[in-house]
C-alpha cells in the first residue's frame, strides 16, 4: 500500500489545497480511494496489512468528512497556514456581528414562545443565506487573497450561523 501519511487531506485525494471544491471530484476521489483500502480487501492478508488498511481507512474517513464541510474545511486549511481559527483565547467579535446575533436569537425566541412556523421559515432562509455569504467570504480570503487572520474571524462568524441554524432545526422539531 504506497500510500505517504504525510499527505494532507487534499493531497490523499488528488485535490488543490483550496477552500472552494469541487464536491463530486471529492466523493469521487474518495471511492477510489477506499477502494484500494478498504478493510475488506485485506480479508486474507497478514496482520499488519490489515492494521495498515485500518489506519488508512480511518484516515481517509477523517480526511473525507473534513473536506466535506464547509467550516471545517476552512478550519483544515487555516490550520495548515499554522492559524487556529478557533483558539479559545480569541474570540472577539466585531459590535455589529454580536448586535445581528442578538437580534436573531432574539427572532427565534419569538418564534419559540409564538409557534410561528413562517416566521421561523424566514429566520432560517435569512440565516442561510448569511451562512452561504460567509462561505463565498472565506473562499475569497483563502484562496485569493490569501488573508488569515480575516478568515478566521469569518469562520468564526460561520460558527455562529451554524450554530443557530442548529437551533433553528431544534425550533421546528418543537413545532411538531
Known amino acids: 500500500?504506497?500510500?505517504?501519511?504525510?499527505?494532507?487531506?487534499?493531497?490523499?485525494?488528488?485535490?488543490?489545497?483550496?477552500?472552494?471544491?469541487?464536491?463530486?471530484?471529492?466523493?469521487?476521489?474518495?471511492?477510489?480511494?477506499?477502494?484500494?483500502?478498504?478493510?475488506?480487501?485485506?480479508?486474507?492478508?497478514?496482520?499488519?496489512?490489515?492494521?495498515?488498511?485500518?489506519?488508512?481507512?480511518?484516515?481517509?474517513?477523517?480526511?473525507?468528512?473534513?473536506?466535506?464541510?464547509?467550516?471545517?474545511?476552512?478550519?483544515?486549511?487555516?490550520?495548515?497556514?499554522?492559524?487556529?481559527?478557533m483558539d479559545p483565547k480569541n474570540t472577539a467579535m466585531p459590535a455589529d456581528f454580536i448586535m445581528q446575533q442578538m437580534a436573531w436569537r432574539e427572532a427565534l425566541a419569538d418564534t419559540n414562545r409564538n409557534r410561528d412556523a413562517p416566521a421561523l421559515d424566514r429566520l432560517e432562509q435569512e440565516l442561510r443565506g448569511q451562512s452561504k455569504a460567509y462561505q463565498a467570504d472565506l473562499a475569497r480570503l483563502i484562496d485569493d487573497a490569501r488573508d488569515y487572520p480575516r478568515a478566521a474571524e469569518t469562520l468564526r462568524k460561520l460558527r455562529f450561523m451554524d450554530k443557530l441554524l442548529e437551533e433553528v432545526d431544534s425550533a421546528y422539531a418543537a413545532l411538531d
Open 1 to 85: 500500500m504506497p500510500l505517504d501519511f504525510n499527505q494532507n487531506h487534499f493531497q490523499l485525494f488528488g485535490l488543490p489545497v483550496r477552500f472552494v471544491l469541487d464536491a463530486g471530484q471529492l466523493d469521487e476521489a474518495y471511492r477510489g480511494l477506499q477502494a484500494k483500502i478498504h478493510p475488506d480487501r485485506f480479508a486474507h492478508a497478514g496482520e499488519a496489512e490489515k492494521r495498515l488498511s485500518m489506519q488508512w481507512a480511518t484516515r481517509a474517513n477523517e480526511a473525507y468528512e473534513t473536506l466535506r464541510s464547509p467550516f471545517e474545511r476552512a478550519r483544515y486549511l487555516l490550520w495548515l497556514q499554522g492559524v487556529d481559527a
